[in-house]
C-alpha cells in the first residue's frame, strides 16, 4: 500500500520534460511545475517566436515568466527520496534503436506510446496527457506511436498533405493544388481512403474466395495423392505376384524339363550298356575261340590237326556294326536349341508387350485435365486478376488504376529503396503465377516488353540477366508498331502477324505451355512455348520510350 502511495506521489511530482524527480522545482502561473533547469531550456527555444507556453497545457504567456523555486514541492522530493523513491525511470521505458522516441522529452528520450497527425509529434505517456486532458486537443487524431510522420508533409511547400491528387495518383498539399497540380482531379485524402479502403475490402473479398477455392483445391488434390498412392501400391503389389507366378511357371518347367532329361539320360545310358555287355560278352568269346584256333594252328602232327579240327565250334553270329546307332556328342542339343528358341519367343513377347506397359503407365492421367482452351470465353475461364508490385517498379515508372497501369515518365518517382527493384525500365506483377493463368494486355502505340520470369531474376541494369529478353529466366513477347518479336535467353523469333494494341497471355504452369494471342474480334495465335517451369512465374512489363504504357485490363 505504501508502495503504491509512493508510486503515485512520484508520478506527481516528476517533471514532465526530464520525467525525472523535480530538481529546483518552479510552477507556471496554469500551476504546473517543472525543474528550474528544463523550463528555461524549454522557453529559450521559444525566445524567438516571441510567446511562452506550457508543455503541458500549451497555455500561453504575453511575456516570459520570472519563476521563483516552489519550496514546497522540493521539500516533498527530498521526503521522498528518504523513503527510498527511485530518481528515474526504468531502463526499459526509454526508446532504443527500434522505438519511436518521444519527441518532447530532452535528453535520454523515453518511447513514444502515440503519434499526433495534427501536431506530427510522437509522445510518451507523460507527454501525450494534455491530449487527453485539455479541449483544445479534442480534435486531434492519435495513431500508434509512428516515425514516418514526416511522410505527411510536402517536401515543397513544408505543409501537411491533406489533399489526394487523383490525376498523379500521390498525396500534396493545398499549395501544391494551387500549382503543379492545379487543374487534376484532386479529392480530400481521407475521402480517398474510404475510396482505396473499398477497393482494399473488394479484394480482401477476392483473395478470401480464392483461398477458399485454393483451399477446396488442396483438398481435392490431397484425396488425388491419396488415390494415386493406393491406386499405385495396389498396382505393384498385383504386378508383383503376377510376375511371381510367371516367374514360379518358369521355375516348374524348367524343373520339369531337368526331370526329363534326366530321366532319358538313365534310359539312354542302360540301353547303351546292356549293348555294351553283350558286345564285350561276344568279344570274350571269340578271344576265346581264337586262342584255341591259335593252339589248333601249332599242331604240328597231321592226323592230330584233322582229327582235332571237326571238334572246334563254329562261330556264333556275329553283331554286325551297322545296328549300332552311334549318336553325335551333342545328344541333347535339341533341347537346347528348343529351349533357346522358347527364350527368344518371350524376350519377343517382353519386349512389344513391355513397350505398351511402360506407355501405359507413363500416359496414366490421374488428374484428367481438360483440353486447351481454343475460343476466348474458353480462355476467360482462366482470367486472373494482375496488380503490378510497386517494390520491384523502375523509380521512372508511374503506377495507376489501381497498380494494373504502368507508364514511363520523364522523370523519377518517389519510391522508397527496396532490393527487388529494377535499375531496367521493367515491373513485376505482386502475384505468383502456377496452374492455368490468363490475362490481357493493352499496350501504347510505341514499343513495349510483356512477358513472364521467375522470381528470382536479377534486378541488377549492368547485366544482361536482368533484362527480359536476354536470360533463361524470362520469356518475352517484344510489341511494336512494326511487328512482334518473340524473346528468350538472347535469341529471337520474327512473329509474322498483323500488329494489334491488345495481347493475350496464356500459361499452363503444369504442362509447361506458355501462348501469346493476338486479340481482337478473334484470337490469333502469336507464339507458343513448350517447356519445363521449374518455379511459380510473375507477369513482367518492359518500356523503352517515356510515355509508353501498359495496363493489365480487368476481365470479367
Not at 95 to 121: I, W
Not at 244 to 265: F, Y
Amino acid at each position: 500500500m505504501a508502495q503504491s502511495a509512493v508510486q503515485l506521489d512520484r508520478e506527481k511530482i516528476c517533471c514532465s520534460i526530464c520525467l525525472d524527480l523535480l530538481k529546483d522545482p518552479v510552477t507556471t502561473a496554469c500551476g504546473h511545475s517543472y525543474c528550474m533547469n528544463c523550463i528555461k531550456d524549454f522557453w529559450d527555444g521559444e525566445d524567438q517566436k516571441g510567446t511562452h507556453s506550457c508543455p503541458q497545457c500549451r497555455e500561453t504567456f504575453g511575456r516570459r515568466p520570472v519563476l521563483k523555486k516552489n519550496t514546497l514541492l522540493a521539500e516533498l522530493v527530498e521526503d521522498l527520496k528518504k523513503m527510498g523513491l527511485q530518481t528515474a525511470p526504468a531502463d526499459h521505458w526509454f526508446a532504443g534503436p527500434e522505438d519511436v522516441a518521444c519527441d518532447v522529452c530532452t535528453g535520454r528520450k523515453l518511447k513514444a506510446v502515440k503519434s499526433c497527425l495534427v501536431c506530427l509529434v510522437s509522445y510518451c505517456k507523460t507527454h501525450l496527457q494534455p491530449h487527453y486532458e485539455s479541449p483544445g486537443f479534442r480534435k486531434h487524431q492519435l495513431v500508434a506511436a509512428s516515425d514516418k510522420l514526416q511522410l505527411r508533409i510536402c517536401s515543397r511547400h513544408d505543409e501537411v498533405m491533406k489533399i489526394f491528387c487523383r490525376t498523379d495518383q500521390q498525396c500534396i498539399c493545398y499549395l501544391c493544388l494551387m500549382d503543379e497540380h492545379a487543374g487534376h482531379e484532386t479529392v480530400s485524402a481521407a475521402a480517398e481512403r474510404i475510396e482505396k479502403q473499398k477497393e482494399l475490402e473488394a479484394s480482401r473479398e477476392e483473395i478470401q474466395q480464392r483461398i477458399q477455392d485454393r483451399q477446396r483445391d488442396v483438398r481435392v488434390l490431397q484425396q488425388e495423392v491419396e488415390a494415386i498412392n493406393l491406386s499405385a501400391d495396389k498396382t505393384v503389389q498385383q504386378s508383383g505376384k503376377i510376375f511371381a507366378q510367371l516367374i514360379l511357371l518358369i521355375r516348374k518347367r524348367s524343373s520339369d524339363l531337368k526331370e526329363n532329361i534326366r530321366s532319358q539320360q538313365q534310359t539312354e545310358v542302360s540301353r547303351v550298356r546292356k549293348f555294351q555287355e553283350k558286345l564285350e560278352q561276344e568279344i570274350t568269346e571269340l578271344e576265346k575261340k581264337d586262342a584255341e584256333l591259335k593252339q589248333l594252328s601249332k599242331t604240328e602232327d597231321l592226323n592230330q590237326f584233322l582229327h582235332n579240327y571237326p571238334s572246334v565250334s563254329a562261330l556264333s553270329e556275329s553283331t554286325h556294326s551297322s545296328s549300332i546307332n552311334v549318336r553325335p556328342l551333342g545328344y541333347f542339343e535339341d533341347v537346347t536349341v528348343a529351349v533357346s528358341e522358347l527364350r527368344d519367343q518371350l524376350l519377343d513377347v517382353l519386349e512389344d508387350t513391355w513397350a505398351s506397359l511402360s506407355h501405359t503407365v507413363t500416359e496414366a492421367d490421374v488428374l484428367l485435365s481438360e483440353p486447351e482452351p481454343k475460343t476466348r470465353a474458353e480462355f476467360l475461364k482462366y482470367s486472373t486478376t494482375i496488380t503490378l508490385d510497386p517494390n520491384t517498379a523502375n523509380g521512372y515508372l508511374l503506377l495507376s488504376e489501381g497498380n494494373r497501369k504502368a507508364t514511363l515518365m520523364g522523370v523519377k518517382q518517389v519510391y522508397p529503396d527496396h532490393p527487388d527493384r529494377f535499375t531496367d525500365w521493367q515491373v513485376l506483377s505482386r502475384e505468383s503465377l502456377t496452374g492455368r493463368c490468363y490475362w490481357e494486355v493493352e499496350w501504347g502505340e510505341k514499343r513495349v516488353d510483356v512477358a513472364v520470369s521467375y522470381k528470382n531474376i536479377s534486378r541488377a541494369g549492368d547485366s544482361n540477366e536482368s533484362d527480359f529478353r536476354h536470360n533463361d529466366k524470362s520469356w518475352s513477347l517484344n510489341c511494336d508498331t512494326k511487328g512482334f518479336l518473340f524473346w528468350h535467353n538472347r535469341g529471337k523469333i520474327s512473329v509474322p502477324c498483323p500488329v494489334s494494341s491488345r495481347v493475350g497471355v496464356y500459361l499452363d504452369h503444369t504442362a509447361g505451355i506458355l501462348s501469346f494471342y493476338s486479340v481482337s474480334e478473334t484470337m490469333t495465335l502469336l507464339h507458343r512455348v513448350q517447356t519445363t517451369f521449374t518455379q511459380p512465374l510473375h507477369a513482367g512489363v518492359g518500356f523503352y520510350n517515356d510515355g509508353d504504357s501498359v495496363e493489365f485490363i480487368k476481365l470479367n
